[in-house]
């Protein structure tokens, strides 16, 4: 999906590969990062459930994948929970991590506690945007002064002076 947030265009997508998928998935994932970078688009924020172990010591695919792109992954904790295990499956690659205020991983949201995965999250950096501020005029009508009311709204274009009479 392509947004632009206070004129800055952002690239955002979202993976889900399915575990023990064969390896033509990672070529799939590989390509459709490549074409992401195409764009041309310089913030471009990738999510997803890779299903591949990032705190395991064997070489993870997508750590390459990111790799070659020039990208980062800017989840590290685990996000996937078992029996037996904790393990970081959930990620959130960036190829501007100037563009990230903060990310993390979020508490279990689901009553069971045996096997599930933890969201995630992160926060961009966006400029403050300016207030304009203006100064109001308050009638209070228990003061009862309906005189000078009628003459201000009859100097306005928009009034017609029939209604006020």
């Not at 471009?44 to 990032?54: A, P, R």
């Amino acid at each position: 999906m392509e947004c632009v947030i206070h004129k800055k265009k952002y690239l955002i997508g979202t993976f889900y590969r399915p575990p023990n998928s064969d390896n033509d998935v990672w070529d799939l994932i590989a390509y459709s990062m490549e074409k992401s970078k195409d764009t041309n688009i310089e913030n471009i924020l990738i999510t997803g459930d890779f299903n591949e172990n990032l705190n395991s010591t064997q070489n993870p695919k997508i750590i390459d994948i990111i790799s070659d792109l020039g990208m980062t992954q800017i989840i590290r904790d685990p996000t996937h929970f078992t029996e037996n295990s904790q393990t970081l499956l959930d990620l959130i690659i960036v190829n501007n991590v100037e563009n990230i205020d903060f990310s993390g991983v979020g508490d279990n949201i689901l009553p069971s506690n045996t096997r599930y995965h933890c969201p995630i999250y992160c926060a961009l950096k966006l400029p403050k945007s300016c207030t304009k501020t203006f100064t109001r005029r308050v009638w209070l009508f228990s003061n009862n002064n309906f005189d000078d009311y009628k003459t201000i709204l009859r100097n306005q274009n928009c009034i017609s002076h029939q209604v006020l009479t």
